[in-house]
């Protein structure tokens, strides 16, 4: 089975805290991609970040870094020094070689960053 | 500027009617697709596209039907089949489908409420 868990539903976090949201996949594919999707208020999912499986490199884009670790599946994501726009929800989704060439998306983590 | 743009941005049904959600990406991507998002959920895909004149069913097309007569337009219809159409809706484009590499762009979405 293909599935992707954020098991973190709503995360609340203070102006410049630091949070990491949880993202844990399911494939048999050898060959995959994981992406991380923002949602902003205004609804449009915007691209962050892919993937690939062999690439277990971890990604750092300013305040924001990823670490992928084949060994428990998992693709995280981290916001340093948060900030008030960072508030959204935020989707983990797989895209696996095989099974149609669907993405499969996770329920999604929500964001608030207080000021 | 390229991208994607659905309309109209709220939608209004009432028992019975069918409603067609508008697609529209100027983008020259093969593949379209369409999401239902409702709280908690994440995305769950409805239908999707590799090519005109050809469509494929997702996970959840019952009660929904589309089309695609050109590249560029990809609309969703909304039938009284559909017995909980109440959601957020979101109409995606990549690439191709086979290139499982590419994220999806999406456009800012269509809120559909039952009355």
């Known amino acids: 089975a293909q599935k992707v868990t954020q098991a973190q539903t709503e995360i609340s976090v203070v102006e410049k805290e630091d949070v990491t949201l949880d993202c844990v996949y399911e494939t048999r594919d050898t060959t995959y991609y994981l992406f991380w999707y923002k949602q902003p208020p205004s609804g449009e999912l915007v691209f962050l970040i892919r993937r690939n499986s062999f690439d277990e490199q971890n990604e750092i884009s300013g305040r924001y870094s990823w670490n992928f670790q084949k060994s428990t599946s998992s693709f995280n994501f981290t916001i340093t020094a948060s900030q008030v726009v960072d508030s959204a929800v935020y989707f983990c989704?797989?895209?696996?070689?095989?099974?149609?060439?669907?993405?499969?998306f996770g329920a999604g983590t929500r964001l608030f960053v207080k000021a | 500027d390229g991208g994607i743009t659905q309309s109209p941005k709220y939608l209004f049904r009432k028992e019975g009617q069918n409603v067609t959600l508008s697609c529209e990406q100027n983008l020259n991507h093969d593949a379209m697709y369409w999401y239902r998002q409702d709280p908690g959920q994440g995305l769950r895909l409805i239908y999707y596209s590799q090519i005109v004149n050809d469509f494929q069913k997702g996970d959840i097309a019952e009660g929904y039907s589309v089309s695609r007569e050109k590249k560029e337009s990809f609309p969703l219809t909304v039938t009284s089949a559909q017995k909980n159409p109440t959601a957020f809706y979101l109409c995606a484009s990549r690439v191709s489908v086979g290139d499982t590499r590419e994220g999806y762009t999406f456009g800012s979405g269509t809120r559909l409420t039952v009355v």
């Open positions: 989704a797989l895209s696996p070689h095989t099974g149609g060439f669907k993405t499969i």
